[in-house]
């Protein structure tokens, strides 16, 4: 399946979000790591009747040997393999070149993330605001970063930095550049929670919806006790409405199979039929979870007139 034939059901991250926040929910964002992967969450989300976001970022694509076409050719197929009905977004997650985001948008990502959160603030908006304007152009979606989120593991981040967001920059940062969706760091980190403890700074994240209505992202939600989750979801004027979920994934992936070391996309392509159904039920079970115990997104397909 091509890009060219447009489903009703494909949307772009602002459409799938307006709704989100609507009506008092997250949507997931469920990054699969490995092509044979995205089966089990696209599964995940049509027995849940939730809408989905599956994602992918550069280095992702560098580390597990991907490329954007690739990825999106296996999405596309599997929506009609598996008949996908439920309201579902193609994402590009941190992403630093601008390459990177043509050549997903011409495999046909509907949504795109430029990170350029490590640069000083005006140099950020410069990057951040070339992309919108050229992802708009497309009909896609961009979401952007603004303060410095962490990591435990360096799959899709390079350096351990945390920045708070400052309110006051979200929105002169949303303001000048047009992104449809802000990523903010407000205390939780990319990986594994194995020393440090997730936390959420609630007063944060109000303070950034007072100022500016854009659609928040919480990055590194993996590890996330869900009360703290869906605290900063229902927050007044509307919270977070798309959090990231990649590294519970492949933990639950690896477990699976008694596996420590990560694959390549090669490696898992070869795994043998049996060994491939116990990974994807492992997946779908945790996508299945999260949506029901921690999104709020179950049985919200409804919630969009498709």
Avoid: W
């Amino acid at each position: 399946m091509t890009k060219e034939m447009k489903l009703k059901n494909v949307l772009t991250l602002k459409e799938a979000l307006v709704i989100a926040e609507k009506n008092g929910y997250a949507i997931g964002s469920f990054s699969p790591r490995y092509t044979p992967m995205i089966r089990p969450v696209l599964r995940a989300g049509q027995k849940t009747n939730s809408p989905m976001i599956v994602q992918i970022s550069q280095k992702e694509l560098e580390r597990y040997g991907i490329t954007p076409t690739e990825f999106a050719e296996e999405f596309y197929t599997t929506l009609a393999e598996e008949n996908i009905t439920v309201p579902v977004t193609l994402h590009l997650d941190h992403t630093k070149q601008f390459s990177v985001i043509e050549e997903a948008i011409e495999a046909g990502f509907t949504s795109v993330m430029i990170d350029a959160s490590e640069k000083e603030l005006e140099e950020n908006i410069s990057i951040s605001k070339k992309v919108v304007e050229y992802a708009h152009s497309k009909g896609v979606s961009v979401e952007a970063e603004l303060g410095k989120i962490g990591t435990t593991d360096f799959v899709e981040t390079d350096k351990d930095e945390e920045l708070y967001t400052d309110p006051n920059e979200a929105l002169k940062f949303v303001n000048e550049t047009n992104c449809d969706a802000l990523a903010v760091s407000v205390g939780t980190a990319h990986g594994v929670y194995n020393v440090r403890q997730p936390k959420i700074d609630i007063e944060r994240l109000i303070a950034i919806r007072h100022l500016t209505p854009v659609h928040l992202v919480l990055h590194g939600g993996s590890g996330v006790p869900s009360e703290m989750m869906k605290e900063a979801i229902n927050l007044p004027n509307g919270g977070v409405s798309k959090v990231n979920i990649a590294t519970d994934l492949e933990v639950a992936l690896l477990k699976s199979l008694a596996r420590e070391e990560r694959m390549t996309n090669k490696e898992c392509k070869t795994l043998t039929p049996d060994q491939l159904e116990t990974a994807r039920n492992a997946v779908e079970s945790t996508v299945v979870e999260k949506i029901q115990d921690f999104l709020g997104s179950s049985n919200q397909a409804g919630t969009f007139n498709l």
